[in-house]
């Protein structure tokens, strides 16, 4: 199982971004998928998540409004469109995949990351 980040790079302030993680997973549908962040220094903090169905999402308060989740289970990609991009956005992005959109019960599979930098 791989899970394969892409998107990402270095950006003004105010930019935006689409960082992309396409999943090889065989049954990418049944899975919710998470979008995490670690920037340096700092523990890996939830950005959002979808259920495995679309129909729920749920966003980290500092990215509300600016983030938006969203998967394509043709592609079996989740994608993170990041707008309105602050240097604190700054980060190494994950993906993972999970049997629900509660993190509390964990991540099955998880990806290695893309940088994001947001230059100020």
């Known amino acids: 199982v791989q899970l394969v980040e892409s998107g990402g790079g270095l950006v003004q302030a105010g930019g935006s971004l689409r960082l992309s993680c396409a999943a090889s997973l065989r049954t990418f549908s049944v899975y919710a998928m998470h979008w995490f962040r670690q920037a340096p220094g700092k523990e890996r903090e939830f950005v959002a998540s979808i259920s495995d169905s679309g129909s729920s999402t749920d966003y980290a308060d500092s990215v509300k409004g600016r983030f938006t989740i969203s998967r394509d289970d043709a592609k079996s990609t989740v994608y993170l469109q990041m707008t309105s991009l602050k240097p604190e956005d700054t980060a190494v992005y994950y993906c993972?995949?999970?049997?629900?959109?509660?993190?509390?019960?964990?991540?099955?599979?998880w990806g290695t990351g893309t940088l994001v930098t947001v230059s100020s």
């Open positions: 993972a995949a999970a049997g629900s959109i509660r993190r509390e019960y964990g991540m099955a599979y």
